[in-house]
Structure formats: structure tokens, C-alpha cells
């Protein structure tokens, strides 16, 4: 099944403390891209990798890293989060080619609270 | 910058009845992507339409349809024959397809409640 997934679902974890969500794609997209969505502001753009190795900011990247060795995982790393990270984060993927470019398959969500 | 403006907070339909939801968009760019995605209460995102700025020809998918204004940055969603699970929140976004590639940006969302 073609499908974007995420771990952990769910984190609990206090000011500091460095965590790393994963995101993986079974479907060698080229593009994945990193959102946070907080109520009343929609989803923001934290970053976004166009291929391997290649990844660029997005809207709201400060306190945030990402890394993309190979085309299945871009794993967004928080090496010292802060209470304002508190957000529910999204992990989508989409082909590059033209007919699918952009069309993106996002996870299904991890709900991140830092106390 | 880019902008996305989605005017109506929240918005409610009858059952098999059509709504029409908005939004704008700020660029000076003239190569981009519009989409429009649904967020149901299971919290997934899922693409609903997209529409390319160099097609005139407005997408269609079903029962959804857009009205793209190019001239004016407008970027509509009707959805015809609402059913129950049209209920969610639907986010309006914005890709330029030229030097920020793959910057994408949303609008802050329209949550829709269709009625039986």
C-alpha cells in the first residue's frame, strides 16, 4: 500500500529534551516536505527536500532540522524544543514528474507536546 | 512574498445542496500550482483538486470544481451535491513552480458543516 507514515503518533516531552520524528515513503517520490498546523494559522512549511540531499527552508524552519541521506525518510529533528513547538506536524510526499508533480500524500500526523 | 486569503472562517450547507468556498492568492509569479485539500475530523490531509495557472480550463474532480480567476488571484471551490462527508476543513494552497520550488503555502482553512 502506497502510504506516508510517521513515529510517533503521539509525544509527550519536556523543554530540551532533542527528539526526532520520522517520516518514510514507499513510493520514491522525489519531493517531502515537513508542516505544523496550529489552530487559527493553518499549515506552515517548516521545510522541504526537492531530492536527496537537497533541502531548503520553508516558512517556519527556526528550532527545527531535517535530513534527507535517501529518498524514503526526511526525519525532522528538534534538537531543543521549547513549549511554542507544541503543534500537531505533517509529513507529505509527492512525485516530481509533470502529470503527478505536487500532488502530495501526507502522513497521517504526529501530535507533539513539549511541557 | 506569497499570500493565501481564505475569507470565510466557517461556512454550513444542506445536504445535496452546492457551496461555493474562497480564496485569494497574492504572487508575481505566473508559473504555480493552486490546490485545494480537506481535513476531515481524522485530522488526514487529502488533495482534493488541483489546478495549474498556464491551464485556462478550470480542474474538475467529481463533484468538485474550481473557478479560477487568473486575472483577478481568485481561486474558488464548488462542491455540488453535498453530502455528510464534505464536513471538514478545507485548506486553500498556493506552489510556485519557479524559483521557490516547492514552498508551499496554505490559506488558514474553512471549516464546512454540511446539515442533513
Known amino acids: 500500500e502506497a502510504q506516508v507514515t510517521q513515529n510517533p503518533r503521539y509525544l509527550i516531552t519536556v523543554t530540551g529534551k532533542k527528539l526526532t520524528v520520522t517520516c518514510s515513503q514507499n513510493?520514491?517520490?522525489?519531493?517531502m516536505s515537513w508542516y505544523r498546523q496550529d489552530p487559527g494559522l493553518g499549515l506552515r512549511q517548516i521545510y522541504y527536500s526537492m531530492n536527496v540531499e537537497v533541502t531548503d527552508k520553508g516558512d517556519v524552519p527556526e528550532g527545527y532540522k531535517v535530513s534527507r541521506k535517501e529518498k524514503r525518510n526526511f526525519p525532522l529533528i528538534l534538537e531543543s524544543p521549547s513549549p511554542n513547538q507544541t503543534s500537531l506536524y505533517f509529513c507529505?510526499?509527492?512525485?516530481?514528474?509533470?502529470?503527478?508533480?505536487?500532488?502530495?500524500?501526507f502522513g497521517p500526523g504526529t501530535r507533539l507536546t513539549v511541557l | 512574498a506569497q499570500t493565501v486569503t481564505q475569507s470565510q472562517p466557517e461556512m454550513s450547507v444542506q445536504e445535496a445542496e452546492t457551496v461555493t468556498l474562497s480564496c485569494t492568492y497574492d504572487t508575481s509569479e505566473s508559473n504555480y500550482y493552486l490546490f485545494w485539500y480537506k481535513q476531515p475530523p481524522s485530522r488526514q490531509m487529502i488533495l482534493v483538486i488541483r489546478q495549474e495557472a498556464y491551464k485556462q480550463q478550470n480542474a474538475t474532480e467529481n463533484r468538485f470544481s474550481v473557478n479560477f480567476q487568473k486575472a483577478a488571484k481568485s481561486f474558488s471551490l464548488k462542491i455540488s451535491d453535498s453530502q455528510l462527508g464534505d464536513t471538514a476543513m478545507y485548506f486553500c494552497?498556493?506552489?510556485?513552480?519557479?524559483?521557490?520550488?516547492?514552498?508551499?503555502?496554505f490559506g488558514k482553512g474553512t471549516k464546512l458543516s454540511v446539515k442533513p
Open positions: 507529505a510526499s509527492s512525485p516530481r514528474t509533470l502529470a503527478g508533480a505536487f500532488k502530495q500524500f
Open positions: 513510493m520514491n517520490h522525489e519531493y
Open positions: 494552497a498556493f506552489l510556485n513552480y519557479g524559483g521557490s520550488q516547492g514552498n508551499l503555502i
